[in-house]
């Protein structure tokens, strides 16, 4: 007995140990962001962010048995377009969002991912979505509301409330788009293509909003919020979530943001 339930038991660890590292990295950007747009606006913070993860995953694409990257028109669309409402949106959204309201409320708002994404798969007819499954993950989400709301999450700006709301529903229908794609590309030659073209999306955002002047003492948390939002976040934690809707399908992946507030607040 206890030969049978050991790899079912070992695989389960498994899984929760990536869910919970990825919970971890996912949520800890909107804190990281949160310190770096106390010093510059929240379109060069994600620009400079993007286009450094791109340079950085260039030499992965470059490398042997890699470069189809750089032909594979398909993939370029697919990116493309996962690039538009995963990255450009979703993330220029919610950024913008943390002018408004605290880290705490952006990261309980797009842990409603789960709804929105099994709302959008199930009206596609892409996947079943049980009533059992809609239960659960209602009861996930309160579970983890209760927990959250136990200290105060600050001012709730209307404006910022929706720039969240609006960000969190581009992330499902990308989350959506791409569970029928994700078995056709691999998932650092997504990001690479993506980042790129959010990095170019947000750029003349970033050259109208861009502070006029710096004070130099505000050079070190800019460069860390920027270099940790590029490695740690889209490099790892991007690559982390595309494998996710790989491996489990749109909704079932969706649900491991149901541990993001509690992982913010951690």
């Not at 994404?117 to 659960?136: F, P």
């Not at 993950?137 to 910022?160: E, H, K, N, Q, W």
């Amino acid at each position: 007995m206890n030969t049978t339930r050991s790899p079912i038991f070992t695989r389960s660890l498994t899984l929760l140990g990536r869910v919970l590292s990825f919970s971890m990295i996912w949520s800890s950007a909107f804190i990281v962001g949160k310190v770096g747009l106390r010093y510059t606006d929240p379109f060069t913070l994600l620009t400079a962010r993007f286009l450094i993860a791109a340079l950085l995953l260039l030499p992965i694409c470059m490398a042997p048995g890699q470069r189809r990257a750089f032909f594979d028109h398909t993939l370029i669309r697919d990116a493309s377009l996962l690039g538009l409402m995963n990255n450009a949106l979703y993330l220029g959204l919610t950024f913008t969002a943390l002018r408004f309201i605290s880290a705490d409320l952006v990261v309980i708002i797009v842990s409603c991912a789960p709804f929105a994404t099994s709302a959008i798969a199930g009206a596609l007819g892409m996947e079943k979505i049980s009533l059992r499954a809609i239960a659960g993950i209602a009861i996930g989400f309160c579970g983890v509301l209760i927990i959250t709301l136990s200290r105060p999450v600050g001012t709730v700006d209307p404006l910022g409330v929706l720039l969240a709301i609006l960000g969190t529903v581009s992330f499902a229908m990308a989350t959506v788009f791409y569970r029928n794609k994700a078995a056709l590309h691999a998932p650092q030659q997504v990001n690479f293509w993506q980042s790129i073209v959010a990095g170019v999306l947000l750029l003349p955002l970033a050259m109208a909003n861009a502070p006029s002047s710096s004070s130099p003492d505000h050079y070190l948390p800019i460069v860390a919020s920027v270099l940790y939002l590029a490695i740690v976040v889209t490099i790892c934690g991007m690559w982390m979530w595309l494998y996710l809707i790989r491996q489990m399908g749109a909704t079932a992946a969706s649900t491991c943001h149901l541990a993001n507030p509690v992982c913010g607040l951690l």
